[in-house]
C-alpha cells in the first residue's frame, strides 16, 4: 500500500486525467479532433467489431461522447496544459443551452449498450455526457446546468477523493444515482490500468466498485480507464469484474471487445461552444 502514498501529491496537483506523462493524448484530443473524437457506434452485425474497429467503412449513425473534469474559471497557477481539462463556468453553461437548444437528448450507457448490441432505437440527435474524478465542481457549477436542461449524465468517481475538500462527498455521490445520473467507477487514486499488478486489482477496482455499490445502493456497471489507458490484460480483468462497458480516451477500440474501450473526445477548455458543436457534427 505505501507505494500509492507516494503519488497521491502527484494525484491532486494534475487532478486525474492531466498527466504529465500522457502529454501525447491531450494533444492528440486537443489538436486532431476527427482522428480522437470519433465513437464507432453500429448495430451488432457480422461485421460490427470490424467497423467499431475502424476496419471497414461505417455508414451507421455514431453518438457523441463527451467527457469533462472541472467546470471552473481558470485561476493564474493553471498551466495551458491544465487548462485543456477546465472548462470555465461560462463557456460550460453556453455548450449546454446550445446542445439542448440544439435539439440533442443525452442517453446514459444502458441505452448505448442495447443500441450498439441489439439495435434499439436512440432519440433524435443523442449526445452522451460524462465527467471524470470527482471534483466538486460537477456538482456546483455542472450539476444546475444539466437540471436546467433536462439533462443526465455519466459520473465516474475516483474513490480516494470523496469526502477531501474540492471533491464530492458521498452524499453527494448518492443524490446523483437518485436524481438518475449514473454513478461508474474510476479506480482508487487514478492508477493506470496497463501498469497493475495482480494484488491492485483488488485495491484500484475491487473495492471501489463495492463501495460506490454500497453508497449508491445500486449496481456499478460502468468504468473509465484513468488517463484513457488500457491494454488487453486490462480489459480482460475489467470483464472479470462485471463491467459492462468501460470508456476510453483517443486510442483505437479493442477488436475483440469494443464494449470495454468505448472512447470519449475531451472539449478542451480553450475551446468555444461553436468549435465544439462543430466537432460534434463534423465527427458524429
Not at 177 to 188: E, F, L, M
Request: net charge positive.
Amino acid at each position: 500500500m505505501a507505494r500509492y502514498k507516494i503519488v497521491l501529491p502527484l494525484l491532486f496537483s494534475f487532478f486525474g486525467c492531466n498527466s504529465a506523462t500522457e502529454t501525447s493524448q491531450a494533444t492528440s484530443v486537443n489538436a486532431t479532433t476527427k482522428t480522437d473524437s470519433t465513437v464507432q457506434a453500429p448495430v451488432a452485425t457480422t461485421d460490427t467489431v470490424k467497423a467499431l474497429a475502424g476496419e471497414v467503412p461505417f455508414a451507421g449513425k455514431q453518438v457523441p461522447i463527451l467527457c469533462y473534469h472541472q467546470i471552473r474559471d481558470w485561476r493564474a497557477t493553471d498551466s495551458k496544459s491544465a487548462q485543456v481539462y477546465i472548462v470555465p463556468v461560462a463557456a460550460f453553461k453556453d455548450q449546454i443551452k446550445t446542445l439542448h437548444d440544439s435539439g440533442y437528448h443525452t442517453i446514459l450507457p444502458d441505452q448505448l449498450v442495447e443500441y450498439l448490441q441489439h439495435g434499439k432505437p436512440l432519440p433524435s440527435k443523442p449526445i452522451m455526457l460524462t465527467f471524470d474524478d470527482a471534483t466538486e465542481s460537477q456538482i456546483t457549477a455542472a450539476l444546475p446546468e444539466l437540471d436546467k436542461a433536462g439533462y443526465k449524465a455519466v459520473f465516474f468517481i475516483m474513490t480516494v477523493v470523496l469526502g477531501r475538500p474540492t471533491y464530492m462527498t458521498k452524499d453527494q455521490v448518492k443524490q446523483l444515482a437518485a436524481k438518475g445520473h449514473v454513478v461508474g467507477c474510476h479506480t482508487w487514486d487514478h492508477h493506470m490500468t496497463t501498469k497493475y499488478k495482480e494484488e491492485d486489482w483488488k485495491i484500484q477496482v475491487e473495492k471501489p466498485k463495492a463501495l460506490l455499490e454500497t453508497i449508491t445502493g445500486m449496481p456499478v456497471k460502468y468504468f473509465a480507464y484513468p488517463f484513457g489507458l488500457w491494454n488487453k490484460n486490462a480489459v480482460a480483468h475489467i470483464k472479470q469484474h462485471n463491467f459492462t462497458a468501460s470508456f476510453q480516451l483517443a486510442a483505437k477500440l479493442d477488436a475483440d471487445d469494443p464494449l470495454q474501450t468505448i472512447r470519449r473526445i475531451i472539449p478542451a477548455g480553450q475551446w468555444s461552444t461553436a468549435r465544439l458543436m462543430t466537432a460534434i457534427n463534423r465527427d458524429f
